[in-house]
């Protein structure tokens, strides 16, 4: 069973990226993304990465984002 936790402040989203957590984006009540990694974000772009051809640009104000944590 998986814990979701939503990421909203520059914090969360530091930790997740130094934990390496895996990401799952939603936008517009859809899955855009998931099982990725943050390797980079600002104010407003959030970059992950799931594999190494595979980078994903998500506007951080249009997304929600949901770090994923395995029991």
Do not use: P
Request: glycine share 2%.
């Amino acid at each position: 069973m998986a814990l979701y936790r939503r990421l909203v402040t520059d914090e969360d989203f530091t930790e997740a990226m130094e934990r390496q957590f895996r990401l799952r984006v939603y936008k517009d009540d859809h899955i855009v993304d998931s099982g990725g990694v943050i390797i980079r974000f600002d104010d407003s772009t959030v970059v992950s990465q799931s594999s190494v051809s595979d980078v994903a640009y998500h506007d951080r104000t249009a997304c929600e984002f949901f770090e994923i944590r395995r029991r």
